[in-house]
């Protein structure tokens, strides 16, 4: 009898930039540890200092003696100039790279995109994402148009980037408390990076999306939504996953959709099926990877949306005033 072939692994590597991407990366450390390999990289060595990751980067120490950039993008990118080559290093040469930042300020701004390049030319067969968050439009004009020049540098690099408006989030949460609406905001972000690790993870998967299917939806696929929902029933809990994202996506020119279900013991096929049926004849999206857990201890359905290569009026308006769209 021939032995079976050995397991191929996937090596992910998840990187979180600025502070944003930072405190990301630091709730991640606490949920998704093991899933991927963590990294941290700062211009502010105090908020290195407290975060949880497996590697700790602190870039531009030259030039800003660890006092964080100011919100300049020019420095940003500065000092990405200068220390690219260590953050490309600990990253390595991975499946999949998933970067984290908050545009509008100095790291996540000038930073993330020069990184992401340098670590395409150095491994262009590794498939790279981003969800980054776009500031408030009152935030002022220098941060909007730092978060325009990031967001068409890393549509460039990337191969899809998760875009969550922070406007979104005062339509959809405006009347919660400061605290728990950005609460919510850095939630949508840990959980898209979460599940899209949880999704890939075969342990457990009763329909698996391997990682070829998962690269044939997100290559080259550009603005991406993230949704997350959970209901008693998979057909709401997909729609409120649809309704979730951060973004004023048409998904109806989406050019694909991965699906992730969490779901109770007892759930049959029948309704699992709900899910991609609804996205396929509601939006007309073509082309579903899907996957489903059956999880024990959960008594309501959990259901992940990314919904890849769609329009956003949004973006396409950010983009045209910087003469990218």
């Known amino acids: 009898m021939s ?90 040469t991975p499946d999949m790279v998933l970067a984290i930042a908050g545009l509008g300020g100095g790291v996540g701004s000038g930073a993330t995109s020069y990184v992401l390049t340098a670590l395409r030319e150095r491994s262009p067969n590794t498939i790279i994402g981003a969800s980054v968050s776009i500031p408030f439009k009152y935030e002022g004009i220098e941060r909007m148009r730092n978060a325009q020049i990031a967001l068409r540098e890393l549509l460039d690099v990337t191969d899809f980037v998760i875009v969550n408006l922070n406007d979104m989030l005062v339509r959809r949460y405006g009347m919660l408390p400061i605290k728990d609406a950005f609460r919510m905001m850095d939630d949508m972000i840990v959980k898209s990076i979460a599940g899209i690790l949880d999704l890939l993870n075969p342990e457990g998967a009763v329909i698996h999306t391997d990682f070829s299917d998962f690269g044939s939806v997100v290559k080259k696929s550009g603005v991406s939504v993230f949704g997350y929902g959970t209901q008693v029933n998979i057909v709401k809990a997909t729609e409120t996953a649809i309704n979730s994202g951060l973004l004023d996506a048409d998904l109806s020119t989406a050019r694909g959709a991965l699906l992730f279900l969490k779901a109770p013991v007892g759930t049959n096929l029948r309704d699992a099926a709900e899910a991609p049926r609804l996205l396929s004849e509601k939006y007309g999206i073509e082309r579903i990877m899907w996957g489903l857990k059956v999880a024990p201890l959960i008594k309501r359905i959990e259901v992940m949306t990314l919904v890849c290569g769609v329009e956003s009026k949004t973006v396409n308006e950010m983009l045209r005033e910087i003469g990218g769209g």
């Open 3 to 92: 032995r079976p072939p050995d397991r191929v692994e996937t090596e992910i590597v998840v990187v979180g930039f600025g502070g944003c991407g930072v405190n990301a990366v630091n709730t991640l450390y606490r949920s998704a540890k093991g899933m991927a390999r963590l990294i941290a990289v700062d211009a502010d060595a105090n908020t290195l200092y407290v975060a949880k990751a497996d590697h700790l980067i602190q870039i531009g120490e030259a030039l800003t003696r660890g006092r964080g950039t100011g919100g300049d993008i020019s420095l940003g990118r500065r000092i990405a100039e200068e220390d690219a080559d260590k953050v490309v290093d600990a990253i390595g």
